[in-house]
């Protein structure tokens, strides 16, 4: 039998001796009473779905019975003589998962097919059959839950069984649904089987069906899964944590009085609110305990408030942050940015008089549905919308940003079962995932597109990224900017971060060993260990097979060279130091005619001159600085070493520019251009330099890195109002992705026009 079994005689006895819950839903006797009654229907419905059938319109109140009228009918009588364990006719197990998930909310084809789950799997009714009787979109979902025969699979049955569900879930996420609730179903009637295996089935759902039931959203199996699989795992610590819940039962709940109060602060300011208490679960207080040590009885629960809109949920924060002292770092708003599993809230933390600190949820009465019952909630998430055209094997993913999709592109690049199997455990044991914005990558010459959302476990790399968004073509890969900043491929990505993936034009590149050491998710470690493998593990990251480039360390030809781009020019590159700023003889500006330029205020007749440290023209705001002999060094305003000098105290020296500038004398400055290394490079960009009428006193080119290249120049322009448009030609250079004024702050670069 595909259901785990209980043992004879009474199964709540049995498990209140170890010391586990009782089932916790209404009617499963009634359900037990009514299978032995057989199917005879009473107001057109069989009696044991009386119960099922309330809950049910109590969420769908048109929904069509007479369908779940005609599943139990072929339920019962296939299953009809098959017993459980406990001695029950196998049908209360069919029909407490549809309980289940009818208390969630889930729609009439997702119950018509946890009727008939089992059916094909342990009796003579064929795929064919439901099909024929329910549609073929019950017969997927009765498919996608069907485990693979032993028989056949031998001992991959059970991965590939996951393998298969996982597949069909990517097709519609319902058949998750069916195989959580049977799961807890399962685990709530595993009392008496023998210890060993009460452990392996208590391993799996801690393993596999936990996070699933986290990324799909569902919280109320999640949690109480959570709660079985502690008291068969950690039975001395399950103990303890009930006999600490146990002793504080019996005193006064210091967070009713809190929330009473919360009623009536929000009936004074107008606000229609719900105020709950909500107890945590098991594992939750186990968890806070660790955390916190020695727990107060506010520590066990939460308030929760429930208001009609989203406008509402910020309303009530007012309130409360006002009439009660607020605990600023517990601070969250998951409603303006939902998390990774749909789940949306604020969650803020007050004090009370006595001091003591409640945890609070606010959110709306459909927020809390989602945050309960996750894509349950949602209905049928593939029904299309009044109006909408959409093509029938067209189906989006609910979970939004996509991880369901993530995964079914690594495991199908994973034909053995062990990998997969480890693969998988390795994916959902990361409990907590990030959003990154992707504003576009930069392709050699080309022009960014538009920021979509990523989602990526915690803690991924710049490498996990780009994988995640281009699979094998990220080995391409030479380069990533985050938050507009040039950044490493190990640079660990936070959420909210924005990541600009810089691809080289090379289809014959590489990924380097070294990136496997960053990674995170199975599909950058799977994608990556299988180039170095069908390569021998020699090329690096941006090398074409067969062809050693440089690399900024001086490592041999055909040597992979690390991860890490070349590092930013330090401080002396950057002009700092007290010598730097004085703009010495061959330093840049060093004769430029600044005298004629600037006027500086209160030191008439001071020598002038310019910073080569950020190389000021105008319009450019400027600051000066009093240095040796009675000279004035000027600074851009925004320069880091003006700022520093100013920092240490040396009064800046007022300047400006005359007029609109030194027009007809020009003027001085530095550009640096970074671009992908190709042939002819530094003959183009001095030839745009050329074109703009500027003039090369000096150029610098960096060793290629990694197919990236990064050129400075010293240029003299005529005037300075030439400066942006030679930018914009030197930007337009095929292979340059950016160009900066020598110490100016790192920026991302503007699109191209």
Same mark, same amino acid.
């Given at each position: ?30 359900? &037990?009473?009514?299978?032995?009654? &057989? ?24 929904? $069509? ?38 208390? /969630? ?12 789950? !089992? ?12 099909? %024929? ?9 009765? $498919?996608?839950?069907?485990? +693979? ?12 069984? @996951? ?16 195989? /959580? ?89 107008? #606000? ?39 406008? $509402? =949920?910020?309303?009530? /924060? ?21 998390? @990774?599993? /749909? ?18 949820? #606010? ?40 991880? +369901? ?14 990998? @997969? ?191 080569? =440290? ?31 000098? %100013? ?19 020009? =003027? ?15 003959? !183009? ?34 005037? %300075? ?33």
């Amino acid at each position: 039998m595909s259901a785990e079994a209980t043992n004879p005689g009474n199964p709540d006895t049995a498990r209140n001796r170890r010391g586990l819950p009782r089932p916790a839903l209404r009617g499963l006797r009634r359900i &037990g009473r009514a299978a032995l009654l &057989g199917p005879a229907p009473r107001d057109g419905l069989p009696d044991a779905l009386e119960h099922v059938a309330k809950v049910h319109r109590g969420h769908h109140p048109h929904a $069509d019975l007479a369908i779940l009228a005609k599943a139990y009918t072929l339920a019962e009588s296939s299953h009809r003589g098959q017993m459980r364990k406990s001695g029950e006719p196998y049908i209360t197990h069919p029909l407490a998962v549809t309980l289940i998930l009818a208390e /969630l909310g889930a729609e009439t084809t997702t119950l018509t097919a946890s009727l008939l789950h !089992d059916t094909v799997e342990d009796t003579e009714v064929t795929l064919d059959q439901v099909r %024929a009787e329910f549609g073929a979109e019950v017969r997927y979902l009765v $498919d996608g839950v069907t485990k +693979l025969e032993k028989v056949d699979y031998g001992a991959a049955a059970e991965p590939e069984t @996951f393998r298969k569900m996982l597949v069909a879930t990517g097709h519609d996420v319902r058949v998750m649904s069916i195989k /959580l609730a049977d799961r807890l179903h399962n685990m709530r009637t595993l009392g008496v089987m023998r210890p060993e295996k009460q452990v392996r089935i208590a391993k799996v759902t801690r393993d596999v069906l936990i996070p699933l039931a986290e990324r799909l959203g569902v919280q109320a199996l999640k949690s109480e899964l959570e709660d079985l699989v502690f008291a068969i795992l950690h039975p001395e610590e399950y103990a303890a944590t009930r006999r600490l819940l146990s002793e504080h039962a019996a005193r006064p709940d210091p967070l009713a009085a809190l929330a009473a109060r919360m009623r009536t602060v929000l009936t004074d300011a107008g #606000i229609d609110a719900e105020v709950r208490l909500r107890p945590r679960h098991l594992v939750s207080v186990h968890r806070v305990r660790r955390a916190r040590g020695e727990l107060t009885g506010a520590d066990l629960g939460r308030i929760l408030v429930l208001v009609p809109e989203d406008a $509402d =949920c910020y309303a009530v /924060l007012g309130e409360l942050h006002t009439c009660f002292t607020p605990v600023v770092s517990e601070f969250k708003d998951f409603i303006a940015a939902p998390k @990774f599993n /749909l789940y949306q809230s604020l969650h803020t933390a007050v004090a009370g008089e006595a001091g003591e600190i409640a945890e609070t949820l #606010i959110r709306t009465h459909q927020m809390h549905r989602v945050a309960e019952a996750g894509v349950i909630a949602l209905g049928n998430p593939y029904a299309p919308a009044a109006g909408a055209d959409t093509a029938e094997d067209e189906r989006a993913d609910p979970t939004r940003p996509g991880w +369901l999709s993530r995964l079914l592109e690594w495991q199908s690049a994973t034909p053995d079962s062990e990998t @997969f199997w480890s693969s998988l455990r390795d994916d959902l044991a990361q409990d907590r995932e990030i959003t990154v914005f992707c504003p576009g990558d930069v392709p050699p010459g080309g022009r960014t597109a538009g920021a979509r959302p990523v989602g990526l476990p915690a803690g991924s790399s710049c490498v996990d990224g780009a994988y995640a968004l281009h699979g094998e073509d990220a080995h391409r890969c030479i380069g990533a900017r985050v938050n507009g900043r040039l950044a490493t491929l190990s640079t660990v990505l936070h959420d909210g971060d924005s990541l600009q993936l810089l691809l080289g034009p090379d289809a014959a590149a590489g990924p380097s060993p070294e990136w496997l050491d960053h990674t995170r998710t199975p599909a950058a470690r799977l994608a990556i260990g299988r180039w170095l493998a069908e390569r021998g593990g020699q090329q690096g990251a941006g090398q074409p097979p067969g062809e050693g480039a440089p690399s900024a360390s001086g490592a041999p030809d055909g040597a992979p060279p690390a991860v890490d781009p070349p590092s930013p020019p330090g401080p002396e590159a950057e002009g700092e130091g007290e010598g730097a700023h004085e703009a010495g003889p061959g330093a840049p500006g060093a004769d430029d005619p600044a005298p004629e330029a600037l006027a500086v205020d209160g030191l008439p007749g001071a020598a002038v001159r310019l910073a080569g =440290c950020c190389t000021p023209v105008p319009p450019d705001p400027v600051t000066g600085f009093a240095v040796r002999g009675g000279n004035v060094t000027v600074h851009r305003a925004l320069c880091p070493v003006g700022a520093r000098m %100013a920092a240490t105290g040396r009064e800046p020296v007022g300047v400006r520019w005359h007029g609109s500038g030194p027009a007809g004398h020009g =003027c001085r400055v530095t550009l640096r251009a970074e671009a992908f290394s190709r042939p002819h490079l530094l003959a !183009d960009l001095t030839e745009a330099i050329a074109v703009q009428g500027a003039a090369v006193v000096s150029a610098a080119v960096e060793p290629p890195y990694e197919q990236r290249v990064r050129h400075t120049y010293t240029l003299r322009l005529p005037d %300075a109002a030439a400066l942006p448009a030679l930018l914009r030609a030197m930007r337009q250079v095929p292979g340059v992705y950016d160009v900066t004024r020598e110490g100016k702050s790192r920026r991302a670069p503007a699109p191209r026009p």
